[in-house]
């Protein structure tokens, strides 16, 4: 029995000893890899295909979230309608999703009911035929959704960013204009989707309570289609704007201005990515980050600040965002800059470096709760080319760095003249 009368011991996140559940991989009959977790207490899983079909491959702008978003909307013998109400019927969701190098068809439903869905998932993806009355009502709600936001500065100094850091023509830093919408076709969508869908490359990942057939039911729909397994990279060359510093005028009648403010980054590849996690966490990366002491607890310029690094495949960017009353931004940014300037000038005492390595390890035990999250962090990994061994490193890295590498590591990526500067009101 409990003694209820003795408190329990409380101990630090970082005394915990992490482990990375492993998945089972199973290879389909045409080569897909497909990766597992089963686990669970529900009746209950996940199925994720990712297509190597994202911004990256597309001819035109908009052709490839256009494309995964109509993967819904109709096939041969099925109306969009028909689609949704077999999913709603058993009581399953299907989402579709579209990044910069990967589109993700995503299916939640109960374990029971896996076999019936999966052949309505086979045809979205082998069998679409992107209805013109469907495209059309598409390219009216995406332009309509385009020009409300383009009325937001957050909006525009996202879309910003991201063309100075990498250069419009890159497919991180390319954005869409209403006329791309106007621009689509179903003969472009179709085309895309017969090279990046139909013969394109393919990783499936399936987590929860896994039916004991699982094998077979993705082999017989999957199986067999002309989708590859090689993992379809491509390396693109950054053409940064020359100017560094922007002030945007956006909204006459708006009272606060959206503040950006970024530099390149190497990718997860490089040692130095899981260091800028620590560093990036004490800087501005949680709600008890100095950036929110600062600028939002003392000074009370924002409601919310953060900074981040991407999660990119290829090249990548650290940036800082927060919006701010138009009268205050400047005096943000100045701000922001002094906060750099003591993270390379002083080390990080180790009451605060506690805190942060507290805060990220206790992140990660949150992350191997449930299978769901397991595999995601699991697709992480396997998605960038890495290995089981960069989970414990990371975790390694975490409990160790020391302030004086943190230092180094703030004289070599927070100095103010390396970053892209944008202020849009």
Not at 14 to 27: N, R, T
Not at 72 to 99: D, L, M, P, V
Request: aromatic share 12%.
């Amino acid at each position: 029995m409990i003694d209820r009368t003795t408190a329990p011991q409380i101990k630090d996140a970082i005394e915990f000893d992490l482990h990375l559940k492993p998945y089972q991989k199973m290879v389909l009959d045409n080569g897909i890899e497909v990766y597992t977790i089963d686990a669970g207490a529900q009746q209950v899983l996940q199925l994720e295909m990712v297509f190597y079909a994202g911004n990256n491959f597309e001819k035109n702008n908009a052709v490839a979230a256009a494309t995964s978003y109509m993967l819904k909307n109709g096939t041969s013998t099925k109306t969009a309608f028909e689609i949704n109400e077999h999913f709603e019927y058993y009581g399953a969701y299907c989402n579709r999703t579209c990044q910069n190098e990967t589109a993700s068809v995503s299916l939640h439903t109960l374990t029971k009911h896996l076999s019936v869905i999966l052949s309505v998932v086979k045809e979205m993806i082998t069998d679409s035929i992107f209805p013109e009355e469907e495209l059309a009502i598409y390219k009216q709600n995406s332009k309509q959704k385009l020009s409300v936001n383009l009325q937001k500065c957050d909006f525009v100094a996202n879309r910003l960013i991201d063309a100075y850091l990498f250069g419009e023509q890159h497919p991180y830093g390319k954005y869409i204009v209403a006329a791309d919408y106007d621009a689509l076709t179903t003969v472009r969508l179709k085309d895309h989707f017969q090279q990046y869908y139909l013969n394109g490359h393919c990783v499936i990942f399936v987590a929860g309570k896994l039916p004991a057939d699982l094998f077979d039911l993705l082999n017989t729909q999957f199986g067999k289609l002309a989708i590859k397994p090689e993992k379809h990279k491509t390396t693109n060359s950054v053409a940064p704007a020359a100017t560094k510093k922007y002030r945007i005028n956006n909204d006459a009648e708006g009272v606060q201005g959206a503040i950006r403010i970024g530099r390149e980054f190497p990718n997860r590849l490089h040692p130095d990515f899981m260091k800028m996690m620590v560093l990036n966490t004490v800087f501005g990366g949680f709600f008890g980050s100095r950036l929110m002491s600062n600028i939002r607890e003392e000074k009370g310029y924002t409601y919310g600040i953060h900074s981040y690094v991407q999660n990119h495949f290829q090249d990548t960017a650290f940036l800082i965002s927060t919006e701010a009353g138009k009268d205050v931004a400047e005096a943000t940014v100045e701000e922001i800059y002094k906060e750099m300037e003591l993270l390379r000038e002083e080390l990080i005492d180790e009451e605060e470096l506690l805190l942060v390595r507290n805060y990220l390890i206790g992140n990660i035990l949150g992350d191997l709760d449930g299978p769901f999250h397991i595999i995601g962090r699991w697709k992480n990994i396997i998605l960038n080319n890495l290995d089981e061994q960069y989970f414990y490193d990371s975790i390694k890295m975490i409990k160790t760095i020391p302030a004086e590498e943190l230092k180094e590591l703030a004289n070599k990526y927070l100095q103010p003249e390396d970053f892209y500067e944008l202020i849009v009101i």
